[in-house]
């Protein structure tokens, strides 16, 4: 799943986030990041989007990113929140661990059996 938003400025200036596309391409090799790139270079052409101001949340080796930043590199590219999320997450609950000899996993997991039990 490649889902593109934009946000639109309307003409009182209201900033609205709306969903564009999926970006899903078909066929051989779909789910590769040039076929993916293209899918998006479509979709954005398609609606005459310029890549100009565009945030990118991708990885950075053979990747959407550089082929968007090979067509404007002053696109801004940042990481996805819901893995940087993932990975401070994963880091607090290894180091409460350490600290407490409680497994947070483990005490999730027990946590939701017993609402689960209550309800």
């Known amino acids: 799943m490649n889902p593109v938003t934009v946000e639109i400025v309307d003409v009182n200036e209201i900033v609205v986030l709306r969903f564009l596309d999926m970006c899903t391409p078909t066929g051989l090799g779909a789910a590769t990041a040039e076929k993916i790139f293209m899918k998006m270079d479509q979709v954005l052409q398609e609606n005459k989007i310029p890549w100009n101001n565009c945030i990118v949340n991708m990885g950075v080796r053979n990747s959407i990113k550089s082929r968007i930043l090979t067509i404007n590199p002053s696109v801004y590219v940042h ?11 994963h880091a607090a609950g290894s180091a409460y661990t350490k600290l407490s000899n409680i497994d947070v996993e483990d005490l999730a997991v027990d946590l ?3 609402q689960h039990e209550a309800t």
């Open 112 to 114: 939701v059996q017993r």
């Open 79 to 89: 990481g996805c929140p819901a893995h940087m999320v993932h990975s401070h997450a």
